[in-house]
């Protein structure tokens, strides 16, 4: 191993359920204070990559490397170095909101450990005594990203961390998932939710159908396979109407300072292409369904 390589390797992971091939050849890396947003709709093989990546599920071929360690021959040691937070809730219920933590603790035989200043980091600070299985749905997952950060992982796996939660839930962690990578976090973000990928992501990868069909920062997908363009809202004898000018057309420029020079401007703004326009035109899939 060397201190170079990237935290999160994927090389040429296959793995299938059965006669079903779920991940056809996937590769990629995540660098140190990445956000790798990876995005899909549901069944296109995101959380089957990111249970070959933790070690739940051993490929079919290829490797999975987490800081240059094989997941699958050093298991016990990559999962020290890892936090996972996935959609599905398995907290102790019966347990205290801190209890959770501290139990969490005790298992990656930290000394010493103080749950509190990450309850204060997700906002549930005041609700520590408080059993489990009374929190809301959008308060368990903020809990579930506290035991997730328990042991400073270097790397942490995120699978649709903010997905049904209310505005205040999926705001703390998206916070959180931002300050992580500020630290030095290596972080791949599982979601099919465009806008939360193109918020929090340096760089996106889409999957469909057990493979990658892109990568690259949300830029540059946009300017590959969008195309730019100017609305605005005019106001004339005929009421309010809108004007698009494609800025890629010859005559953009005259288009628009003839409309700048027009009293009946009311409003302007630029378009770009959305990360779920430009996954239907390379698919012709939705990334929701």
Do not use: W
């Amino acid at each position: 191993m060397t201190g170079m390589q990237p935290p999160i390797q994927a090389q040429d992971i296959r793995y299938a359920y059965g006669e079903l091939e779920a991940v056809k050849g996937i590769s990629f890396e995540v660098g140190p204070g990445e956000i790798l947003g990876f995005l899909g709709p549901n069944g296109a093989g995101k959380s089957t990559t990111i249970k070959v990546l933790t070690g739940q599920l051993s490929p079919c071929s290829g490797r999975a490397l987490i800081l240059g360690r094989s997941v699958h021959e050093h298991s016990a040691e990559v999962q020290a170095l890892i936090g996972v937070c996935f959609e599905e809730k398995n907290l102790y219920l019966n347990m205290s909101v801190k209890e959770n933590l501290d139990f969490f603790a005790r298992l990656f035989s930290l000394k010493h450990f103080d749950a509190m200043p990450l309850l204060r980091r997700v906002g549930l600070a005041d609700r520590a005594k408080d059993r489990a299985k009374n929190l809301s749905k959008g308060m368990k997952q903020r809990l579930m990203m506290a035991r997730a950060l328990v042991n400073s992982p270097s790397v942490l796996f995120l699978d649709e961390p903010t997905d049904g939660l209310d505005p205040i839930s999926s705001q703390a962690i998206r916070q959180v998932i931002r300050e992580e990578a500020a630290r030095g976090a290596a972080v791949l973000l599982t979601t099919h939710d465009m806008l939360e990928a193109d918020a929090l992501s340096q760089r996106v990868a889409f999957i469909n159908e057990g493979r990658i069909v892109a990568l690259d920062t949300p830029e540059s997908l946009k300017l590959a396979h969008g195309k730019r363009s100017v609305k605005m809202r005019m106001h004339g004898t005929q009421g309010v109407r809108e004007v698009v000018v494609a800025l890629d057309e010859a005559d953009a420029g005259d288009k628009l300072r003839a409309a700048v020079a027009d009293e009946g401007l009311m409003t302007i703004h630029t378009e770009e292409a959305t990360l779920e326009a430009i996954f239907i035109k390379l698919t012709g899939r939705r990334l929701e369904g």
